[in-house]
């Protein structure tokens, strides 16, 4: 089918969809194939940057979205350009031995074990909790790392409750700690870093990215982009790290980031900071990407060359919520018009 004929079937599909009620807060949804933007949609709504509300908003091609944690995914790959430069290091280094500062926690035992492959894959055993309490809540992990007056001592300093490696948990603290170790070995802050060395090089507009009160970025979900450039970086994954014929990002660390290393729930794994799961169509339908908070979602599906970015503002909606949108977009708008 014809991309543009595909396009105005979507876009009546996702008109009926609309008329359901199936996907409130529903503010952008981009689809890229052949490396070629091949649909998009704008809408208007309330939206928040990173808590703080921006009141009503038309969105467009040139309006900054929230990344939310799918900000965890573009460090997630950052890191692997800085690790091809020797600036941080590898994956079998041990943590605290990155941390002279904090030599009173590495002396204890058990956390020689943790390397930045726990790191990176999320699989710490540390004790972490900020999926099943609210943000905002002080009891939320991520809310109360914000709150410290030394965020990496308070990452650092978490109980040991589990073996390294043996099981995910969701923890924005793991990215604190690649966003740190980036400034660290680079010399730059991690926004300007990923500025240099990712998103200058992929064309990217303007961008922005949230800080904390003591001024460190927030690397977990600090990000936002314009949509269109969020669908370049989909595009650079599909291309193994290649863009315009130049090398970004390495090949081996593309694949590195999007290979399973633990599962985080039946159907879906975690690699180095990107999720990767199927769409449940006719022939099992194989993904990465990332997910934010409130409706954020990067998918790429090499099977089809396609690229699918979901901007919305659902933020006080639940998980479940949430995820329903997401469901109803990809299974009734965008896979039914988008084969391979």
Same mark, same amino acid.
């Given at each position: ?42 809408? %208007?709504? @309330? ?23 799918? =900000? ?9 350009? @800085? ?74 300093? !978490? ?35 990923? !500025? ?10 303007? =961008?922005?990215?949230?800080?904390? %009160? ?16 969020? /669908? ?32 985080? %729930? ?42 699918? /970015? ?13 995820? @329903? ?13 988008? @084969?391979?």
């Amino acid at each position: 089918m014809p991309a543009i004929a595909a396009s105005s079937d979507t876009a009546e599909r996702l008109a009926g969809l609309m008329q359901t009620g199936k996907v409130p807060g529903l503010h952008v949804l981009l689809v890229s194939q052949g490396g070629k933007l091949v649909f998009e949609h704008y809408g %208007r709504g @309330a939206d928040e940057r990173l808590g703080a509300p921006l009141g009503d908003t038309v969105f467009g091609p040139n309006v900054l979205h929230d990344l939310r944690s799918v =900000s965890k995914s573009v460090v997630g790959l950052a890191y692997g350009i @800085a690790l091809a430069e020797g600036k941080v290091p590898p994956p079998d280094a041990k943590l605290y031995a990155q941390f002279p500062e904090y030599a009173d926690l590495a002396a204890q035992p058990g956390r020689d074990k943790i390397t930045i492959h726990h790191v990176l894959s999320m699989t710490l055993g540390l004790e972490w909790e900020e999926l099943a309490i609210v943000y905002g809540d002080p009891r939320n992990a991520e809310t109360a790392m914000e709150a410290a007056p030394d965020r990496y001592r308070f990452i650092l300093e !978490r109980p040991i409750v589990g073996e390294p490696g043996a099981k995910w948990t969701y923890c924005g603290g793991a990215t604190a700690l690649l966003g740190r170790l980036i400034a660290r070995g680079t010399g730059e802050a991690l926004p300007a870093y990923c !500025r240099r060395v990712l998103f200058d090089p992929l064309g990217f507009g303007p =961008s922005d990215w949230n800080v904390g %009160r003591d001024g460190e970025p927030r690397a977990a979900s600090g990000a936002r982009l314009l949509p269109r450039d969020l /669908v370049k970086m989909g595009q650079l994954m599909l291309a193994n790290g290649s863009w315009n014929g130049k090398s970004v990002a390495q090949s081996d660390w593309v694949k590195r980031v999007t290979t399973p290393v633990v599962p985080t %729930r039946v159907g879906r794994d975690y690699g180095y900071h990107w999720y990767m799961g199927d769409f449940a169509t006719a022939q099992p339908l194989h993904w990465f990407g990332g997910v934010g908070w409130g409706g954020q979602y990067l998918f790429v599906m090499p099977a089809r060359d396609l690229v699918v /970015v979901i901007h919305c503002g659902n933020y006080q909606r639940s998980g479940q919520e949430q995820t @329903a949108v997401m469901l109803a977009l990809m299974k009734e708008v965008v896979l039914p018009g988008f @084969a391979a």
